[in-house]
């Protein structure tokens, strides 16, 4: 195939890949399984007709397009989410990604009568849950989960790489050697590691955010920048013995969280750069497999998923969650999210390219795992989110943020935001309409009104109507409060007012006084006992918004926190569920 014609082919199966993605978001269906499902259809057997068998190419391809994605992610991830996520997110993605191969390992050796070590090196492939798919699939899924479900999701799926791939290359070592498993040579990698990664990753990270501060660019440059910095970390660490992929994520993690300008022009490059990595990546995927192989284990492969997702996943979750406080609901969701993707189709290729008998079964089976995980989880992320009562209604936010003065202290910087009017006959409250700019910030400022994009001259009489777009410029921590004016859930939608509750209360208000207005028994209770501290008592440390208790004939659910500390609190009365 000439230039012209492999251009040519591969613009048309982009183009009609991301066409089609619009018919898989209105059915449900994961948008990474068109760009599986193109690979396949244009492969030898399909229409295109095109004999693609290069392992390496796409062993290659593949752990350039994760570190690009895990860049991305780790860029999406906001540090407050290690506050709840951390300790279980590490749990799973070390002890979870062991215990799910040894399961995956024994069932496989069993069902398809190989030798252990074969069934443990599926185990390792399929072991680890997809970064590619789970941050496409929780961004897009139109749910919100509460903090401590998505944090751990994200974290886990950004972090269990490394000891996946550990995990890998040891199995495929011992099968080309036949030498023995020793136990403290494996934890001695495994430490060595998530140590380098973790170090060098945090240090680069935080070289990059002050090359980025400090270097004056085209704005168009520096996600590129961040791009290349990212790529060098990833293989730098790989050579030296450090995992490249926990390396990059935290690289992203720590970029993402700094206080930079371009931030947000630079997020929406970074997204499109990732979304082209996935669709490259699972593209050429498709292309390597011949979907007639995956038949003649079909079954075999079908009952290994469906052990993987019933079995083997959810004991791993169960048990690694055990000291951590999650609701069973939010167990059972994790549980049910751990989807496979490109990572372990990539991991599948290790067995192929060191030449070990038995490797085309275990990639062919790996691949139709990753298919059923896609087809069966990935479609129902949401429904499942919302049977499970895991999400919690999206908190108002500007629609454009843009820094205009960037310092540590967040009380000293200041950014212009606009909000986008959602509801009828609010006002801008006067104190803002009336605040005479100056140079020195300390309320809200009013920038501009825009309707039917136009500027509009505002006065303390000024009625907002729908659509209406709001410019202003605040401190950040001013961002939440100033949202819910021009929100509509500032006008009690009944979503709100069904989820946390008809009325507001504050996280200090003395617990006697709400147990004398509902008429709830006062025994047990102290009178310098708040709202807060009762959550706190019944649902432990680490709380997130939609976290929730009863209290005789009302319910009371966190609506809003300030990292630790519970701000409000909604209340709901005569609710017999809580």
Not at 113 to 128: E, F, K, P, R
């Amino acid at each position: 195939m000439d230039t012209n014609s492999f251009i040519f082919l591969a613009g048309i199966l982009l183009l009609v890949s991301i066409l089609a993605s619009s018919f898989t978001v209105r059915v449900g269906l994961p948008l990474l399984l068109v760009f599986l499902g193109m690979g396949m259809l244009a492969g030898e057997e399909g229409i295109g007709q095109l004999d693609f068998d290069n392992p390496s190419l796409a062993f290659f391809v593949g752990n350039l397009a994760l570190a690009v994605i895990l860049l991305d992610g780790g860029m999406q991830t906001k540090t407050s989410t290690f506050r709840v996520a951390l300790w279980p997110s590490l749990s799973l993605a070390t002890l979870g990604v062991v215990f799910t191969t040894a399961a995956v390992g024994m069932f496989a050796a069993w069902l398809l009568d190989v030798q252990l070590i074969y069934g443990l090196l599926l185990g390792a492939t399929v072991g680890s849950t997809d970064a590619a798919a789970v941050f496409s699939l929780l961004r897009n899924s139109g749910v919100k989960l509460n903090e401590r479900v998505g944090g751990t999701l994200e974290i886990e799926s950004g972090a269990n790489d490394p000891m996946a791939i550990l995990l890998v290359v040891m199995l495929t070592g011992l099968l080309q050697s036949a030498d023995h498993l020793s136990i403290l040579s494996f934890l001695g990698q495994m430490l060595q590691q998530f140590a380098v990664g973790g170090v060098l990753g945090l240090l680069g990270g935080k070289l990059l955010l002050m090359i980025l501060r400090r270097v004056p660019l085209i704005e168009g440059l520096y996600a590129l920048l961040i791009i290349s910095f990212g790529l060098a970390i990833f293989s730098g660490v790989n050579m030296i013995g450090g995992s490249g992929f926990l390396a990059v994520y935290l690289v992203g993690l720590t970029v993402g969280n700094g206080r930079i300008k371009q931030l947000d022009a630079i997020s929406q490059v970074m997204d499109g750069l990732a979304w082209l990595a996935q669709a490259g990546m699972f593209l050429l995927l498709g292309l390597l497999v011949t979907p007639s192989s995956l038949l003649t284990h079909g079954w075999q492969a079908i009952a290994i998923a469906a052990f993987l997702i019933f079995v083997a996943r959810p004991l791993a979750v169960m048990v690694c969650l055990l000291p951590f406080d999650f609701r069973w609901p939010e167990r059972f969701y994790i549980s049910w999210v751990g989807l496979r993707g490109a990572v372990p189709i990539v991991l599948a290729l290790y067995p192929i390219i060191a030449g070990l008998s038995n490797s085309e079964l275990l990639f062919e089976i790996t691949f139709t795992v990753v298919l059923i995980s896609l087809l069966l989880q990935g479609s129902t992320v949401p429904l499942v989110a919302r049977w499970l009562k895991v999400v919690v209604p999206p908190a108002p936010a500007p629609t454009t943020r843009f820094s205009l003065i960037d310092d540590a202290d967040s009380h000293h910087s200041l950014e212009l935001y606009e909000f986008l009017v959602q509801t009828e006959k609010v006002r801008i409250p006067a104190s803002i309409v009336q605040n005479v700019p100056s140079a020195t910030v300390s309320t809200p400022q009013l920038v501009s009104l825009v309707r039917d994009q136009k500027p509009i001259v505002v006065n303390a009489d000024t009625v907002l109507q729908l659509g209406d777009r709001i410019w202003m410029l605040l401190h950040p921590e001013d961002v939440n409060d100033v949202a819910q004016i021009f929100s509509q859930q500032a006008s009690g939608s009944f979503l709100l007012q069904n989820f946390f509750g008809e009325f507001a209360i504050r996280g200090d208000a003395p617990l006697i006084d709400l147990a004398k207005v509902y008429g709830v028994p006062l025994e047990g209770i102290a009178p310098e006992d708040t709202a807060a501290e009762l959550l706190q008592r019944q649902l432990g440390k680490h709380l997130v918004v939609g976290d929730r208790v009863r209290f005789g004939n009302i319910r009371l659910t966190i609506r809003q926190m300030d990292g630790n500390q519970i701000e409000i609190i909604g209340l709901k009365l005569q609710d017999k569920q809580v």
